[in-house]
């Protein structure tokens, strides 16, 4: 799997997948939901699966003083996500300059630019940008506009 600190310097094998998004505070049921959506799209696609994280969690970058109870620690999120199969994981550090990316921004320079991504998934409630502006329809309508797909996971209930 290759690991990527950021997205500088993105070597063509980690370019042109599916991947999902997320803040994936561990690989839960639902996350593998995400995971699972990705490596379907990018094996139609015959690309490489990745996810994108964020670290640290958005939560502890907006709210320092709280405790933060962490599901998952980044070293065993990763290994989790190699034993899941996914190619390319893309750890995107969440600073100052990260939560000013609106959402129009973050799609045009990770997604498209940095990433040059085919495919999209997230799940039914994930936002991102600037004040949390971006929702799945934000994404559909960068998708049409810039040309990637896009998959909305609906939310994985109790078995």
Known sequence: MIVLDGISDVPPAARGGGFAIGNFDGVHRGHQALLHAAKQCAAELGAPAGAIL?????????????????????????????????????????????????????????VVEALAARHIVIGYNFRFGKGRAGDAETLRRASRALGFGVTVVPQVGEA
């Open 54 to 110: 964020f670290e640290p969690h958005p939560r502890e970058f907006f709210e320092p003083d709280k405790p933060h109870f962490r599901l998952t620690p980044l070293k065993r999120k990763l290994e989790l996500f190699e034993e899941f199969g996914v190619d390319v994981a893309v750890v995107l550090t969440f600073d100052a300059a990260l939560a000013r990316l609106t959402a129009q921004d973050f799609v045009e320079r990770v």
